[in-house]
């Protein structure tokens, strides 16, 4: 045990007075400080390029009101400070989003009207084209297939079919209520949303005084339980093939031959898998400490509950331990690079499944999805904490045997690498098989 923690303590001491070690401590804040900064400066770096576009109406009755609220829509995106229309250095009003210039099309006789507007579009005459089919003010007509088609080569830029469909709509339903003889005023009255909000449950305290139930906070709801995974996902994804690496690299160094005459193959690799934890531990409680400061900073303390620091603390030793045990053993076994990346991919497989369905669990938590992945033990450190997170979170039973579970899993993952690592580390030549590496668990030697 000794010489487990003196391997353990040189691998940590080494880390952590590593370049790497500074770049991952601060790779975080800096992609998450850099992406806020890039939406700050990025929102309003709007592309002000004048859009085109042209309007077939047959009726002859939205064109006005087109017309009319795209003016009103113009003048509503310059920009005001103090009340007051900024100016830039030409004299015309700042924008805050491109202007829309509308033209009227009338088809010639014979005319095919989408063609030649079409040619307008790729010549860039226009953005693109609205038309309106003739019925769509007729209460009493069958809508065709298309009411109200609009073409575009930039179907990317959503803002001017939506601002379009809300003006058509909008006349269309006017003259419908008209044609009802029915008041406006009683329409909009009568057509006012009511929003429903999520709640939690009323409870009782050990007085027997009942204590209303607590409005639901999107935030704690999706953004905790999401962020505590990812967060998981990125400290393993980048301890475990470090770990990998490194192994290999000594290897292929032939510095492990010189460690083995010192301390056991087991004894090494445990040293280093309890020193690679120690590392990300050190990582992962510097981040929690940010969020503990930020979230006290801000007065939101409260949505990060102190039973989650520990959940995430305890399943990324886990999954550390299980994953770098498997990732080192691969990289004892390996003789070049190449190879541990063609090993490492089932791997990493399987460390990004809850990746792939944590919409569906965070969507039903206690649904079949989110119980079968809490069962699945290299899944389960990642799963059960999203789960943990998200009301009304998993049983009790769920939490211990899923628990149970991922303990013995690691363990067994542990003595099987440790069985690999032991043959592996010292081997030559061509890479193994994983059905050569298995074997290699169940010798006896």
């Not at 087109?66 to 003048?75: A, F, H, K, V």
């Not at 930039?154 to 006349?171: A, D, H, R, S």
């Not at 999706?222 to 980048?238: D, E, G, N, R, S």
């Not at 770098?324 to 990289?331: D, F, I, N």
Request: aromatic letters at 8%; proline letters at 5%; charged letters at 20%.
């Amino acid at each position: 045990m000794d010489k487990v923690l003196a391997v353990a303590r040189a691998e940590f001491l080494q880390a952590i007075r590593s370049k790497a070690f500074l770049i991952g401590l601060l790779m975080m804040p800096v992609l998450m400080g850099g992406s806020i900064v890039a939406q700050i400066f990025l929102k309003d770096q709007v592309d002000l390029t004048e859009r085109r576009c042209a309007i077939v109406d047959p009726t002859g009755e939205v064109w006005p009101l087109i017309e009319t609220q795209g003016s009103e829509r113009n003048d509503a995106v310059g920009v005001k400070k103090g009340g007051i229309w900024e100016i830039d250095e030409d004299g015309a009003r700042k924008q805050k989003r491109p202007k829309i210039v509308f033209e009227r099309h009338f088809p010639a006789e014979g005319e095919e009207t989408e063609m030649v507007l079409s040619d307008k579009v790729r010549d860039g005459d226009l953005d693109g084209f609205l038309i309106l089919g003739k019925e769509i003010l007729d209460k009493n007509a069958e809508v065709g297939e298309r009411p109200a088609a609009y073409h575009t080569n930039q179907p990317t830029f959503t803002e001017l079919p939506n601002w379009l469909q809300g003006v058509v709509n909008g006349k269309a339903l006017t003259d419908r209520f008209v044609a009802a003889d029915i008041d406006q005023k009683i329409v909009a009255r009568l057509s006012k949303p009511i929003n429903v909000e999520t709640w939690g449950l009323a409870s009782r305290d050990t007085s027997g005084e009942v204590k209303g139930a607590k409005k639901e906070n999107k935030l704690r709801t999706f953004l905790v339980p999401a962020a505590a995974m990812f967060l998981l996902f990125m400290l393993v994804m980048t301890s475990a093939p470090a770990l990998m690496n490194q192994v290999l690299e000594e290897k292929m160094l032939r510095i492990s031959e010189v460690l083995v005459s010192a301390v056991s193959p087991f004894q090494l690799m445990m040293g280093k898998l309890v020193g690679g934890v120690l590392v990300t531990l050190t990582l992962g409680g510097l981040y929690l400490g940010g969020v503990v400061w930020a979230t006290n900073h801000y007065g939101v303390a409260d949505l990060v509950p102190v039973s989650m620091y520990i959940w995430f603390l305890f399943m990324l030793v886990l999954a550390l331990l299980m994953y770098g045990s498997v990732l080192s053993a691969m990289g004892s076994a390996c003789q070049e690079l190449r190879d541990a990346q063609s090993m490492m991919m089932p791997a990493m497989l399987l460390i990004m499944i809850p990746l792939f369905a944590w919409n569906a669990v965070l969507e039903s938590p206690n649904g079949t999805v989110a119980r079968a992945l809490t069962f699945l033990p290299t899944a389960t450190p990642m799963v059960l904490l999203l789960r943990l997170g998200t009301p009304p979170g998993p049983p009790l039973w769920e939490v211990i045997l899923a628990t149970v579970l991922c303990l013995a899993a690691t363990v067994f993952f542990v003595w099987a690498s440790s069985k690999v690592f032991r043959i592996g580390v010292l081997s030559q030549g061509q890479t193994p098989s994983f059905k050569a590496m298995i074997g290699w668990v169940f010798t006896k030697n």
